[in-house]
């Protein structure tokens, strides 16, 4: 079982940059494919971008292609999220969730952190 606690959220303006970090508990965080979703208020929880288990395969919605990145230590248990260019349209709770599945996926996360809020103003 992996427990996941995400940070770095805030209120930026519009053109700005954020770096959301998940750090992860437990001794095996390398066995686990990570993803991060987000949800804006009054829609349901959509994809934003996936890392397979050793960081060498990523995926992402194609709102945010270009402008966010994910990345991932696995020394540091930690996952994160680099977005730039944000828009208001990106204002959500961003979640950082943990797979055993192997490879990318889009969906099928087994565990989820609590969220951090991202606001972006225009």
């Known amino acids: 079982q992996v427990q996941l606690v995400e940070s770095g959220g805030g209120l930026v303006q519009a053109g700005g940059s954020l770096r959301l970090s998940c750090a992860a508990s437990?001794?095996?965080?390398?066995?686990?494919?990570m993803g991060w979703f987000r949800q804006a208020p009054g829609k349901g929880r959509e994809f934003v971008a996936a890392?397979?288990?050793?960081?060498?395969?990523?995926r992402y919605a194609d709102s945010v292609k270009g402008r966010f990145t994910i990345s991932r230590d696995n020394a540091k248990k930690t996952v994160y999220l680099q977005m730039n260019s944000l828009n208001p349209e990106d204002t959500a709770v961003y979640y950082c969730?943990?797979?055993?599945?192997?490879?990318?996926?889009?969906?099928?996360?087994?565990?989820w952190g609590r969220g951090t809020q991202v606001t972006v103003s225009s």
């Open positions: 890392i397979d288990q050793s960081g060498g395969s990523t």
């Open positions: 969730a943990a797979t055993t599945i192997v490879g990318i996926t889009t969906w099928n996360y087994d565990y």
């Open positions: 437990g001794r095996t965080f390398s066995r686990y494919s």
